[in-house]
Nanobody, 127 residues
C-alpha cells in the first residue's frame, strides 16, 4: 500500500511557474510508474504527464507539452511536476498517481492503470 501526498499548489498569475510535489509513504517510488492528472471544475479528470520507473521515459498531454516537466527527485520517494508558462486553463486540482510495475521504461496515460492516488492540490492561474 502506498500513500501519496501532493503539495506545492497555490495561486499564480498567467505566465508564471509553479512546482507541485508528490511524496510517498513508501520508502521509494522507484518501483512505481508515476502519473499526474488534473480535474477542473465541472470537467472530468484528465491525464497530464507520466514517468517510467527509470525516469528515462516521459509522456505528456498535448495541452502541456513544452510547458510542464515531470521528474523524479533525488529523494527516491518524491515526484515533481514543474509547470511553466501557466495559463488560466491550467486551473485545476492536480493529483499524482502510482502503479507498481516491473519494467523500466513503461508508462501509461490511463487512469484505470493506476492503483494509488493522492488527495490532490489546488492550482489556480489568474488572468
Amino acid at each position: 500500500q502506498v500513500q501519496l501526498v501532493e503539495s506545492g499548489g497555490g495561486l499564480v498569475q498567467a505566465g508564471g511557474s509553479l512546482r507541485v510535489s508528490c511524496a510517498a509513504s513508501a520508502r521509494t517510488l522507484s518501483s512505481y510508474v508515476m502519473g499526474w492528472f488534473r480535474q477542473a471544475p465541472g470537467k472530468e479528470r484528465e491525464f497530464v504527464a507520466a514517468i517510467s520507473r527509470s525516469g528515462m521515459s516521459t509522456y505528456y498531454a498535448d495541452s502541456v507539452k513544452g510547458r510542464f516537466t515531470i521528474s523524479r527527485g533525488n529523494a527516491k520517494n518524491t515526484v515533481y511536476l514543474q509547470m511553466n508558462s501557466l495559463k488560466p486553463e491550467d486551473t485545476a486540482v492536480y493529483y499524482c498517481a502510482a502503479r507498481y510495475y516491473s519494467g523500466s521504461y513503461y508508462y501509461t496515460r490511463f487512469m484505470r492503470d493506476y492503483a494509488y492516488w493522492g488527495q490532490g492540490t489546488q492550482v489556480t492561474v489568474s488572468s
